[in-house]
């Protein structure tokens, strides 16, 4: 165009979403939408230098098979699986107050199922790092550090955020993938429904004598649930949930003391243990916002839902939530919607939020079952326990649930 | 464009617009089938004109007509992917409320208060002719596929939906979407003018067009959503023909 004027009004939007947020779920995002040729300029209000450290920091997720199938289908785990344990094995356990013995009720073999492991384990720092050389690797792909988001004007036609910098960034859609105490979803006036549980979460990773034959545990103790997870050569991630004062009081201990107080809870089935990894505690609360959406906005990851991380779902929807609405706008792109238009966004609202408050409302009603020593709720879960592990069928069922194959799958996570 | 534009009147169709493109307003059932349509339609114009979907504008070039456009929501798709777009409505109202949704939309669609009748004694010509859910709704419907004919460049693409006729259609279109769910206002529908897809085809063939492709709309009131069927054609239904001559056939 000649006439500078005219270039200015016919100047296309410059990204086609504006994710706010760096983590995890929205680079994944920006990586979805780039195979549909739509462009992203992610925001991350924390510094390049802090997301950049490399060493093993104690993190790891629990992936389930769908969202391994998704990072496949983003081209990021042929890079990742070096670094994976498999997941063969998840053996469900009830503890009772005072024995030191676990009794083993429930397991879950993946032979099983006919689609492999259930899931893999991989440490933060790998997932965090190839999601972010890939985001910054991708011509689609504009990556801010540092940059926290002041305001967000919408309207009929677009959307802009006002950065502290001052400056503004235009586009069609913005995307809050910014964690439980989402900005933008505030800033667009919706609300949240939730309530604490009283519990913290204490996490770290433990190395030890025995191999895990890559098992994973989840063990029902009063105090709280607490899964071992395992972590390649002969480490696992430990995920203990205590109420607040008791967790606040253990964190503060020495090393030493804190793994005296964590090792009568397994057992000694995995030999020695020691500390491999710092250690970090996470106040447990379930959180729902009441739309996932509003004008040229959607919500993913903890933003539209923290939740207990009772089974290793928090990631896990998270991702799914990203995977759904990839789709949703890949197929408005193809077929000439307005990706941002309230049908479009609708389609992903009404996918996402009522699995994600059932599945809220399922790892709710689980912890309070099994987070108390009731002689009748005792005796109810063994029951019940007793009856998934005597149905195969049942226990399928459950497998599958477990690696994330139930429900309506979006494309990037289908085989 | 007459320069005497009142803005309480722009507000109005603005407001107007805003209903038509409501996914839970009174266009709700609409707005649900819309992405099956969207997939059908895309899917026949890109396979006949050998258009890449997915890459930008692929349509560009394209002259489309969409009969009966309401609020254009098949005009604005097929605008943005690159097509010129002409959309018509027999209801003048549904002119300035589409006109001021395109403008919101940023997007240059062509609407006049018109019928296909009118269009093709002008001698207007076009790639393809978009005519859903019309049909069921004319007095003549040989007349009118006649004239959606003539509106075809030789080769050009006619793709019309409508709904059969058999007891389902009448407990699904009538009872269903007009009295239980209220869909749809009482009366949208006269069922005795629903045609079958072997009375369509037939009709067509009459018209001068050659049908070459039929396909279902069904509704699963469990995922509540719709999906295309390549045998379940006993509700809505949507065909392609084409206009003999010309390269693209």
């Known amino acids: ?415 | 464009m007459t320069t005497t534009v009142d803005a309480g009147e722009i507000a109005k169709f603005e407001a107007m617009a805003a209903e038509w493109w409501d996914p839970n307003g009174k266009f709700k059932p609409l707005h649900m089938m819309n992405p099956v349509r969207l997939d059908y339609i895309t899917t026949q114009i890109a396979g006949e004109y050998d258009r890449q979907l997915g890459t930008e504008r692929p349509f560009e070039g394209l002259r489309i007509l969409d009969i009966g456009c309401g609020g254009g929501l098949l005009c604005e798709p097929m605008a943005r992917l690159g097509a010129d777009v002409v959309g018509v409505d027999a209801a003048a109202r549904n002119i300035p409320v589409a006109e001021a949704h395109a403008r919101q939309s940023g997007l240059d669609i062509d609407y006049r208060h018109t019928t296909a009748e009118a269009m093709a004694e002008a001698g207007e010509q076009f790639d393809v002719v978009l005519n859903m859910e019309v049909v069921e709704h004319v007095s003549d419907p040989l007349a009118y596929l006649t004239a959606c004919r003539q509106l075809l460049k030789p080769g050009g693409l006619h793709l019309c939906s409508t709904i059969n006729r058999n007891p389902k259609s009448f407990a699904m279109a009538i009872v269903g979407a007009e009295y239980v769910m209220r869909w749809l206002p009482k009366g949208t529908h006269e069922w005795s003018k629903f045609i079958t897809p072997e009375e369509l085809y037939d009709l067509m063939t009459r018209a001068g067009l050659k049908p070459v492709d039929r396909k279902g709309y069904v509704f699963n009131p469990v995922s509540w959503k719709w999906s295309i069927s390549d045998r379940d054609l006993s509700v809505n239904y949507v065909t392609a023909a084409l206009k003999p001559g010309g390269s693209a056939c």
């Not at chain 1, 447990?284 to 009772?310: C, K, Y």
Request: hydrophobic fraction near 45%; glycine fraction near 10%.
């Open chain 1, 1 to 415: 165009m000649d006439n500078p004027e005219d270039a200015a009004i016919f100047r296309p939007m410059e990204h086609d979403l504006i994710i706010v947020g760096g983590g995890l779920n929205g680079p994944a995002l920006a990586l979805a939408a780039a195979r549909s040729g739509l462009s992203s300029i992610v925001l991350d209000a924390l510094p390049g230098e802090i997301r950049q450290q490399d060493g093993f920091d104690g993190r790891g997720y629990a992936m389930a098979l769908s969202s391994q199938r998704m990072l496949v289908n983003l081209g990021l785990w042929d890079g990742l699986v070096d670094n994976a344990q498999p997941m063969h094995h998840i053996k469900v356990s009830d503890g009772r107050t005072g024995d030191a013995q676990v009794f083993l009720g429930l397991h879950f073999d993946s032979a099983e199922i006919e689609e492999g492991p259930m899931g893999y384990m991989l440490e933060d720092r790998y997932l965090r790092r190839a999601l972010k050389a890939a985001a910054e690797a991708s011509p689609l792909i504009e990556t801010r550090d540092g940059a926290r988001v002041t305001a967000q004007v919408t309207s009929a036609t677009g959307a802009t955020v006002t950065l502290d910098s001052g400056e503004t960034i235009a586009g069609r859609l913005i995307v809050g993938a910014d964690g439980r105490a989402s900005g933008t979803a505030s800033r667009a006036g919706i609300r949240r429904t939730g309530w604490g549980y009283g519990q913290t979460a204490l996490v770290c990773a433990i190395a030890h004598e025995k191999p895990h034959e890559g098992t994973a545990h989840q063990l029902f103790l009063p105090p709280g649930p607490l899964a071992i997870l395992p972590l390649p050569g002969n480490r696992s991630s430990i995920v203990w949930s205590e109420r607040d004062d008791r967790a606040r009081a253990i964190n503060a201990l020495p090393d030493e003391d804190y793994l005296a107080v964590l090792r009568p809870r397994f057992g000694d089935f995995l030999g020695e243990i020691s500390l491999a990894g710092k250690r970090f505690t996470y106040p447990l609360g379930l959180t729902l916002a009441n739309s996932f959406v509003a004008e040229r906005l959607a919500l993913v990851g903890d933003a539209a839902h923290g939740m207990h991380p009772i089974a290793g779902q928090g990631l896990n929807a998270g991702l799914r939530d990203v995977a759904a609405l990839a789709h949703v706008l890949d197929h408005a792109h193809r077929v000439g919607e307005d990706i941002a238009a309230s049908n479009t966004l609708a389609r992903y609202q009404s996918w996402r939020r009522w699995d994600t408050a059932t599945l809220a409302a399922s790892t709710d009603l689980f912890n309070r079952l099994f987070s108390n020593d009731n002689p009748v709720l005792r005796a109810a879960r063994d029951l019940g326990m007793a009856a998934v592990g005597a149905l195969p069928s049942l226990r399928r069922g459950f497998i599958r649930e477990a690696a994330g194959l139930t429900g309506d799958l979006p494309d990037l996570m289908r085989d």
